[in-house]
Structures are given as C-alpha cells and as structure tokens.
C-alpha cells in the first residue's frame, strides 16, 4: 500500500499556529485507501498555539525565523523532519501545506533580512527534506488541482 506523508493540519488536527486546523475533505476523499501517516514539525517542536515564523534568507541560507522574538527556529524543524523521514523509508508521496514554512513544496514565501518578499515559490523546511531524499511532492491544493483536471 502506498504511504503518504500529509500534513496533519490538513486531516483536520488543530495544530496551526493558531490552534485551528486546515481539514480538506476533497484531499481525505482523493487519499482513501492509501496509508496516511500526518506529520507537523512545528507543534512536535513548539507546541500549539505558538507564534508565526516566516522563512528568512540570512548569508545565502534560508532559515525560519520568529516573527515574534526574530529567533531561529529552524534546528527542531529541520530535525523533526530528519527524523520522520528516518522512521518512515517507505513514504513514497509527501504532501504539503500550501505557504506554511515548514511544509509549502513550492508556495512557501521567503523574505530577506529587512522582512522584504523575496520569493512566493520556495520549499519550507521539512519539504526540502522530502525533496532531497527524492520523495515526489505536492502542496495540497496542487494535489488536488491535479486530479480535478482529470475528472
């Protein structure tokens, strides 16, 4: 059976930043019958609700930083991320939210030093993960364009 890492804010999890959740039925409807492990980076690593954070190109890198204290948060990220990909070989299909700093496939914005938008297409943490470990990726509202276009 294929395993699908999604979003778990898109299963419906109140897990955002603000402790709602991003529930797609259209998304659980397209993913019946496949095994569905949830992930989400930033409530394993800082709880819910927890303040914003926006991805931030810093000496050539991108990092996410705190829109609350402009601390670096990307370490716990960038390890939760590690970790489930570690604990999970055979997810062959990741599958983002759309804008989100962790999960954003291609959607995610990054912004330089002063807070001035620099990109709206960049990958969040934890996606970039998937990618480098050659996982096919979407963000959700991608995903499901893909197959309403089919039907």
């Known amino acids: 059976m294929e395993k699908i890492a999604v979003s778990a804010c898109l299963l419906g999890e109140s897990c955002r ?14 993913l019946e019958g496949k095994e569905i492990v949830p992930f989400c980076p930033e409530d394993f690593a800082f709880g819910t609700p927890r303040p914003t954070m926006d991805l931030v190109k810093q000496k050539g ?8 204290n402009g601390k670096d948060l990307s370490d716990p990220v960038i390890a939760y991320a590690k970790v489930f ?7 062959t299909l990741f599958i ?6 962790s999960c954003g496939v ?9 807070k001035h938008l620099i990109s709206d297409s960049d990958a969040g943490l934890m996606a970039k993960e998937a990618q480098k470990r ?18």
């Open 17 to 30: 930043y603000d402790g709602t959740d991003n529930r797609s039925d259209l998304l659980l409807s397209l």
């Open 61 to 68: 890198d991108v990092r996410a930083i705190s829109n609350e």
């Open 85 to 91: 990909f570690d604990n999970h070989p055979d997810v």
């Open 96 to 101: 983002g939210k759309d804008r989100s700093p």
């Open 106 to 114: 291609c959607t995610a914005r990054c912004y330089d030093a002063q």
């Open 134 to 151: 050659g996982i096919e990726t979407y963000d959700a509202e991608a995903y499901v364009a893909k197959f309403e276009k089919k039907g």
